[in-house]
C-alpha cells in the first residue's frame, strides 16, 4: 500500500496489475524465472546461430536486457518479456553478422594476401564446434540420435518457422503472446507453426526416426 | 508405427528437447549461471511515489510505476484541490470586501485607508 499526505489529511492506495494483485516481480522469482527458461534459451539461440560463443552471448544479452528494463514488472510478464527480447537478440545478432561480413569482404579484397596471412573472412562466422560429434558414450545412443536428428531438422527450418515452432509448443506461449513475440498475427503463427510441423515430420521421417 | 506426415504431435518432439537441455555441457551451464547473476545483480528496481508531508515541511520523494487510472484519480483530486482553494479564495476576498464595507458604512476605517 502507498500514501501520501495533503495537509492534515492521509490518502492511501494500493498499485494493482491486472488481475488486481499488488505484486512485482522480486528477485528471488526473476532467478527463478531466468533458472527455468535458461537452458530452453540458450537452445534457440543455438538453433538460429549455429555459434555456442555467440549462443552463450546472446542469452546473457536478453537476461541483461530483461533485468534493466523490466525488472520490474509482474512475475506473469516475464516469460512473455524475455520471449521478445532474445528473438529480437538474435535478429541483432544476425544484422551485426551481416555488416561485419560485408565490411571483411570489403577488406579482404583490399590486402595483399601473403602465402602465410591467407584470410578468409567466411571463417569469422564460421562455427568452431563440432556439433555432428557422436553423443557421450554414458548415454544412450537411440536418444541421443533422435535428439542430434531432431535439432538438426530444427535448424534446417525456415526461421519463422522455427521460431513459431519453439514459442508455441516449446515455451507453452499461446497463439496471441506468440504472435506478440515475433510481431506477426495470430494467423501467421498459426501458418508457421502448421508448415513447421509438416515440415519435421517429413523429415523425420526420412531419416526413419518413430519417435515414441 | 510409422510416422504420420500430417499428424506428428509436437509435444513428442518437445520432449526429446527437454532431453536435449540435459546434455548440455558443464561449461554451458556454468556460463549461463553466471549471466544469470549478472543480470539478477542490475534488476531494476522498484519506483516509489511522491508525498507530501506538511508536518515536517519536507517532500518525500518516492515515485511509482501508477496505471493510467491511477493518473486519472490523482489528477482528479489535484482539481478538486485547485478548483476547492480558489472558491476559498473567491469567498475570503468577498468577506474581505464586506468588511470593509462594513467599515466604511460605520465609520471605522483606518486613516491608512484614506491615503493614498
Same mark, same amino acid.
Given at each position: 500500500m502507498a500514501w501520501f499526505r495533503a495537509g492534515q489529511t492521509i490518502i492511501c492506495y494500493h498499485v494493482y496489475n491486472n488481475q488486481g494483485e499488488f505484486k512485482l516481480s522480486s528477485p528471488v522469482e526473476l532467478d527463478q524465472f531466468l533458472s527455468s527458461v535458461e537452458r530452453r534459451a540458450y537452445k534457440h539461440a543455438l538453433f538460429a546461430v549455429h555459434d555456442e560463443h555467440a549462443a552463450l552471448d546472446i542469452v546473457q544479452d536478453a537476461m541483461l536486457k530483461l533485468a534493466e528494463?523490466?525488472?520490474?514488472? @509482474?512475475?506473469?510478464?516475464?516469460p512473455l518479456l524475455f520471449q521478445r527480447i532474445l528473438q529480437n537478440t538474435i535478429r541483432d545478432y544476425f544484422r551485426r553478422q551481416k555488416v561485419r561480413s560485408s565490411w571483411l569482404t570489403l577488406f579482404s579484397g583490399l590486402q595483399s594476401r601473403q602465402e602465410d596471412e591467407e584470410f578468409d573472412p567466411l571463417e569469422v562466422i564460421e562455427?568452431?564446434?563440432?556439433?555432428?560429434? @557422436? @553423443?557421450?558414450?554414458?548415454?544412450?545412443l537411440q536418444q541421443s540420435q533422435i535428439i542430434a536428428i531432431i535439432e538438426q531438422a530444427l535448424e534446417q527450418l525456415p526461421a519463422r518457422q522455427r521460431e513459431a515452432f519453439l514459442l508455441r509448443y516449446?515455451?507453452?506461449?499461446d497463439t496471441t503472446e506468440t504472435a506478440e513475440a515475433m510481431g506477426c498475427t495470430e494467423g501467421s503463427v498459426k501458418t508457421h507453426c502448421s508448415r513447421a510441423v509438416h515440415a519435421l515430420a517429413v523429415t523425420l521421417r526420412a531419416k526413419g526416426v518413430d519417435l515414441p | 508405427m510409422t510416422t504420420d506426415l500430417k499428424q506428428i504431435d509436437p509435444a513428442r518432439i518437445t520432449r526429446f528437447l527437454n532431453l536435449s537441455t540435459?546434455?548440455?555441457s558443464p561449461n554451458v551451464t556454468s556460463a549461463l549461471q553466471q549471466a544469470r547473476l549478472k543480470a539478477l545483480s542490475r534488476q531494476k528496481t522498484r519506483s516509489h511515489i511522491l508525498a507530501l508531508s506538511s508536518?515536517?515541511?519536507?517532500?518525500?520523494s518516492l515515485f511509482s510505476s501508477l496505471s493510467a487510472q491511477h493518473w486519472v484519480a490523482a489528477g482528479l483530486l489535484v482539481a478538486i484541490f485547485v478548483i476547492g482553494s480558489g472558491y476559498w479564495q473567491h469567498i475570503q476576498q468577498e468577506e474581505q470586501i464586506a468588511d470593509t464595507d462594513v467599515a466604511i458604512l460605520t465609520d471605522d476605517l483606518p486613516i491608512d485607508a484614506f491615503v493614498d
Open positions: 528494463k523490466y525488472g520490474d514488472k @509482474p512475475a506473469g510478464e516475464l562455427d568452431e564446434e563440432n556439433r555432428t560429434a @557422436p @553423443p557421450a558414450p554414458d548415454q544412450s516449446w515455451e507453452g506461449l | 540435459r546434455q548440455i508536518e515536517q515541511g519536507t517532500i518525500h
